[in-house]
């Protein structure tokens, strides 16, 4: 049995989180044509119907509507990924930095659970980082969070997104792997836990 503690992030990495919103945006505006490859910055914007929409606020505000938290698909292989790594014996902590209201943490749990995305603890990382968590590795896709936990000493998987950069931590060397999906996720989790 494999042991370790995982410190796994939700948008971007169990959550397809853009492109859900975006398709939202698309239903809720009209047609802007911006798909997750032209987001390649945190601050980017949504033209659409004349409105300027900056995306990043548009996620975290979503994430207090039940309903448009709701509307956020898994991303691929998420599924079947964390229920592996469980099977093999790895603890499954969720680290998000999704508003730590109350709703959004409970609709976040069953979201995870509806869609069959198991895990053994909960941490809402909002107001301190994710590094305050204690796990063995961090798999996010914000490069910040991974340059932070790089920096205390401990691995760490960025998914990679067109939005994030690949961080150079000084002495980071092989403790840091970048994935682009959950099947490669899992072999290098399993290397480097
Ligand atoms: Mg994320």
Do not use: C
């Amino acid at each position: 049995m494999a042991e370790g503690r995982l410190g796994i992030d939700v948008d971007g990495v169990l959550a397809n989180t853009v492109p859900s919103v975006l398709e939202r945006l698309e239903d809720e505006y009209g047609h802007h044509g911006d798909t997750k490859e032209d987001v390649t910055e945190w601050g980017h914007t949504v033209e659409v119907d004349g409105k300027s929409i900056p995306l990043g606020s548009e996620i975290v505000e979503g994430h207090m509507v039940e309903e448009h938290l709701r509307s956020i698909n898994p991303k691929q292989g998420a599924k079947e990924s964390v229920e592996t790594l469980r099977g093999e014996g790895y603890e499954v902590v969720i680290v998000t930095n999704r508003p730590s209201d109350r709703d959004t943490v409970r609709w976040t749990k069953s979201w995870l659970e509806e869609n069959g995305l198991g895990y053994d603890r909960f941490h809402s990382t909002a107001e301190t980082t994710k590094t305050a968590v204690d796990v063995d590795v961090l798999i996010d896709d914000h490069d910040r969070n991974v340059v932070e936990f790089l920096e205390d000493g401990r691995p760490a998987v960025l998914f990679d997104q067109p939005w994030n950069t690949v961080p150079d931590v000084d002495g980071a060397g092989d403790r840091m792997e970048v994935v682009t999906g959950w099947e490669e996720a899992v072999e290098t989790v399993q290397r480097l836990v």
